[in-house]
């Protein structure tokens, strides 16, 4: 059974610092890009980061861009997504999805992204004081 599931969310006050994690299983982490997504309350969902398969392109959305760094162990079927200097405007559930193979290349955008069994739940951030 393919699986993506994300760890790591959780409350922090605004200035600090989390790593996200995605970990894969039913399927080799490493075949696949992955992005990271989030969705806010009422608002829709949108690409923050991404990895190619074998971890020498990253693309990120230009307001994360300074701040927050996609990363990823195959070795682990694992990928990252380490965010800093978060602030309230970064509280959202933060998704994983693995996608395509295609050289240096990924995408921000969902549609770049397989189905349903390649998306994981996600993982609640809350930045408050």
């Known amino acids: 059974q393919k699986q993506l599931v994300e760890s790591g969310g959780g409350l922090v006050q605004p200035g600090g610092s989390l790593r996200l994690s995605c970990e894969a299983s039913g399927f080799i982490l490493g075949y696949y890009s992955i992005g990271w997504f989030r969705q806010a309350p009422g608002k829709e969902r949108e690409g923050v980061a991404c990895?190619?398969?074998?971890?020498?392109?990253?693309n990120y959305a230009d307001s994360m861009r300074a701040r927050f760094t996609i990363s990823r162990d195959n070795r682990k079927d694992t990928a990252y997504l380490q965010m800093n200097n978060l602030n309230p405007e970064d509280t959202a559930v933060y998704s994983c999805?693995?996608?395509?193979?295609?050289?240096?290349?990924?995408?921000?955008?969902?549609?770049?992204?397989?189905?349903?069994?390649?998306w994981g739940k996600g993982t609640l951030v809350t930045v408050s004081s």
């Open positions: 990895i190619n398969p074998t971890g020498t392109y990253t």
């Open positions: 999805a693995a996608g395509p193979s295609v050289g240096n290349d990924c995408g921000l955008s969902a549609g770049w992204y397989y189905g349903k069994d390649y």
